[in-house]
């Protein structure tokens, strides 16, 4: 299976401390994107990262991936309690462009 | 208008039943997409339609029928479902071709299979 695996699966910080979540896949990609789901609705994109990238920033977020260790990191600065949902990477195999595989997921939960 | 909309927001129905999910968007994407998502899994990939033509069916159970009358649209008819059918079902829009397009999702629909 080409599903990411994620950790920490679940992860309890304060508001205004810094969160990162790690995901790891399996197969090479064309690129690795980052989705927020709140409980029980759909899901929002957040960013995506191109294979020949390494860094990237939007807002509060930086994200990094590292093709060798076929792995990525999502860096969420100053967080505030509205962060609080589940975070999923999601990757495309080099054959299939629109297929995306999620991975498994981290719960994010910011207290005030 | 960024929104894709999903009716209904919950469905109950018996395993004899036929029902359908809707799902629309206005954002002139060519791509739309079923996903199943049971509780604290990710979503797993269903049906894709690109150009209104199903492009991919990762090996989904025909009690599943997926229609796209038009580029707006999308359906999921279901009949004689199981109980551990029971989950979100979520539709997705994105531009069609190429690797770089993000995905927008409705807020799913909940089913449960009584």
């Known amino acids: 299976s080409q599903q990411g695996e994620e950790d920490p699966q679940a992860l309890s910080i304060q508001e205004g401390e810094n969160a990162t979540m790690n995901c790891s896949y399996k197969?090479?990609?064309?690129?690795l994107q980052w989705y927020r789901q709140n409980s029980g609705r759909g899901l929002v994109h957040l960013i995506l990262?191109?294979?020949?990238?390494r860094e990237k920033h939007s807002g509060r977020l930086r994200v990094t991936l590292d093709t060798s260790k076929k792995s990525s990191s999502l860096l969420i600065t100053a967080s505030r309690a509205a962060d609080t949902a589940s975070y999923f990477c999601a990757t495309d195999a080099l054959t299939g462009f629109q297929k995306l595989v999620f991975g498994t997921g981290t719960r994010l939960l910011v207290s005030p | 208008d960024t929104e894709v909309t999903q009716t209904p927001k919950h469905l109950v129905m018996g395993m004899t039943n036929k029902k359908s999910l809707k799902c629309e968007q206005h954002?002139?994407?060519?791509?739309m997409y079923w996903y199943k998502q049971k509780a604290k899994k990710p979503p797993e990939l269903m049906f894709v339609y690109s150009y209104e033509k199903l492009s991919i069916n990762e090996s989904v159970p025909s009690r599943f029928s997926p229609e796209c009358p038009n580029s707006s649209l999308l359906n999921l008819h279901l009949h004689a479902l199981q109980p551990e059918d029971s989950a979100l079902y979520l539709c997705?829009?994105?531009?069609?071709?190429?690797?770089?397009?993000?995905?927008?999702f409705g807020p799913g629909t909940r089913l449960t299979v009584l």
């Open positions: 990262i191109r294979s020949n990238e």
């Open positions: 197969t090479s990609i064309n690129n």
């Open positions: 954002m002139g994407h060519r791509a």
């Open positions: 997705a829009s994105s531009q069609a071709g190429g690797s770089y397009n993000e995905q927008f």
